[in-house]
């Protein structure tokens, strides 16, 4: 029974390179989650998926940011042309159900340094 | 931006000691959770309580809700160096698109000193 798990734990990028950051839900987990944690901040919603379907992506700071889930398991964040301001912690999050009393469970995070 | 208010925003207690955290919300809810998050660690789910109730207890934590004042309180007893850590609340608001978006607070750093 793994949990939920993230890679890479730390990416640092050069500003204007594109990333790619990978979260591996909870096997049959219908609900995925992105969040993004700034320094000394609580996380802050950036998308949902449920299934293979992204149901809310209201959260995405702006067009450089995209993220898919196209089997309905794993899913990829990924920004392009990064700015120092996208540097943060991406959260990762999977719920077994839709509904609003499913607890959600978080993995490590991706650490990311834009210089 | 962040929906909730948690109060205070740094801690610092002695081992054995009582710590409460309180934490404010602007819109209606589901529900209202509280996480831990340590050190450079993903955040790990202590406690839910629903709309409908008003006190929850699992081992030392006790969870109070007033939806009335939109406020929510953890208190954590017998604190151990342990408890350390960065905690916080996020609400689960009444979307029916969003399947269960948590809205987070800013978090309270808990220090416990041995």
């Known amino acids: 029974g793994a949990g939920v798990s993230q890679s890479p734990r730390y990416k640092v990028a050069k500003r204007g390179q594109d990333v790619a950051l990978r979260c591996d839900p909870i096997?049959?987990?219908?609900?995925l989650f992105w969040y993004q944690q700034a320094l000394g901040q609580g996380p802050e919603f950036l998308t949902y998926f449920q299934n293979e379907a992204q149901l809310d992506k209201s959260g995405l700071p702006s067009d450089r940011f995209f993220a898919e889930r196209p089997e309905g398991s794993v899913s990829t964040l990924k920004i392009q042309r990064t700015q120092q301001e996208d540097s943060a912690v991406y959260l990762c999050?999977?719920?077994?159900?839709?509904?609003?009393?499913?607890?959600?469970?978080f993995g490590p995070g991706t650490r990311l340094t834009v210089l | 931006s962040q929906q909730g208010e948690e109060d205070p925003q740094a801690l610092s207690i002695q081992e054995g000691e009582n710590a409460t955290m309180n934490c404010s919300y602007k819109t209606s809810i589901n529900n209202l959770q509280w996480y831990r998050q340590n050190s450079g660690r993903g955040l790990v789910h202590l406690i839910l309580?629903?709309?409908?109730?008003r006190e929850k207890h699992s081992g030392r934590l006790r969870v109070t809700l007033d939806t009335s004042k939109k406020s929510s309180s953890l208190l954590i007893t017998a604190s151990r160096a342990a408890d350390t850590a960065s905690y916080f609340c996020?609400?689960?608001?009444?979307?029916?698109?969003?399947?269960?978006?948590?809205?987070f607070g800013e978090g309270t750093q808990l220090t416990v000193n041995p």
């Open positions: 996020a609400t689960d608001a009444r979307w029916e698109t969003s399947g269960s978006r948590l809205t």
């Open positions: 999050a999977s719920s077994l159900a839709v509904s609003g009393r499913a607890k959600q469970f």
């Open positions: 096997s049959g987990h219908v609900s």
């Open positions: 309580i629903r709309s409908n109730e």
